[in-house]
């Protein structure tokens, strides 16, 4: 799990960047939709990021597989997403739409994977 540190800062840090650069560099140069697409990568990678921060502190506490299992659901889910977005707005490669829902599904199932592992393992 020290490697995941190693992302989370990474992207928290890359999250902040698009975010600021879509509001001042990038906003004259690319269109409406685009930057609205980065915006919306660089949130949803930010919550992610913060989410698996959370869960990183409690498996140092509690370190269950399924703590690691949501981690990773969520590293590949903000890397299909999030990195897709940023991927199809800077080059509008078409294919990069497609990766897009599959990070979708991967974050919505990190979250459900949190109910499961609340409802097997936690007896605090």
Known sequence: MQKIWIFIALSGALAVVMGAM????????LEVKDIARIQTAATYQM????????LGGLYQFKPLK????????????????SGSLYLYSFNHY???VFLTPIGGMLLIAGWLNLI????????F
Do not use: C, E
């Open 94 to 96: 078409h294919p990069l």
């Open 22 to 29: 879509v509001a001042h560099m990038l906003k004259d140069i």
């Open 116 to 123: 499961r592992m609340g409802f097997v393992n936690f007896r």
């Open 66 to 81: 399924m703590i690691q299992q949501s981690v990773w659901i969520f590293v590949l889910g903000i890397i299909l997403f």
């Open 47 to 54: 919550y992610h990021t913060l989410m698996i921060a959370i």
